[in-house]
C-alpha cells in the first residue's frame, strides 16, 4: 500500500510539473503550428525564431503576441500563457530581444485576450514592416512598464 501511494505522489507531482513549464505547454499547446524548434511553415505561420524581439518591444506587438488564435485560445491561463511567451522570446529570439524586454505579465495576457483577433495575418502585416527592418516605423512607441 505504501508503494502506492509514493507512486501516486510522484505521478502527480510529475503532472503538476508538467503543467507549469513552459517549455512543455509551448510543446503542447504550440508546437503543431510553429514546430518544436519554433520554425514553421511561412508565409500563413510565422517563424518564431529570431524575428519577435522588437515585436515584444511594442505595445501593439505584445498584444498581438498574446491575442494569436493558436495562443489566445488554448486552455492555459493567463499566468501560463504569459510564461510561454516569455519563455518563446527568451529560448527562440535571445538575438532580437532587447536588453530593456520586460517579461509579459498575466494581466497583461488577460486584458489582450479579451479582444478576439478576427484577421492574424492582416494585424501581423501591420506590425511588420515589409523590409528586413523589423524595427522600421511602425514600432514608434516602445513598451514601458
Not at 505504501?2 to 510543446?27: E, G, K, Q, T, W
Not at 519563455?87 to 494581466?107: C, H, I, K
Request: aromatic share 8%; net charge negative.
Amino acid at each position: 500500500v505504501l508503494c502506492f501511494r509514493v507512486l501516486a505522489l510522484l505521478i502527480s507531482l510529475h503532472a503538476a510539473y508538467a503543467v507549469a513549464d513552459p517549455r512543455i505547454n509551448y510543446l503542447l499547446h504550440c508546437s503543431g503550428c510553429h514546430l518544436p524548434n519554433g520554425e514553421s511553415a511561412p508565409p500563413e505561420v510565422p517563424s518564431l525564431r529570431d524575428q519577435l524581439g522588437a515585436i515584444a518591444s511594442s505595445s501593439a506587438g505584445r498584444d498581438y503576441l498574446a491575442r494569436v488564435p493558436g495562443a489566445a485560445q488554448t486552455p492555459l491561463s493567463d499566468s501560463e500563457l504569459a510564461e510561454v511567451l516569455n519563455w518563446v522570446l527568451r529560448e527562440f529570439n535571445a538575438q532580437s530581444l532587447p536588453e530593456s524586454f520586460v517579461p509579459l505579465t498575466a494581466s497583461e495576457v488577460a486584458q489582450s485576450r479579451q479582444n478576439v483577433l478576427v484577421d492574424p495575418e492582416g494585424y501581423r502585416e501591420q506590425l511588420w514592416p515589409a523590409s528586413d527592418d523589423v524595427y522600421g516605423d511602425r514600432f514608434i512607441q516602445p513598451y514601458r512598464e
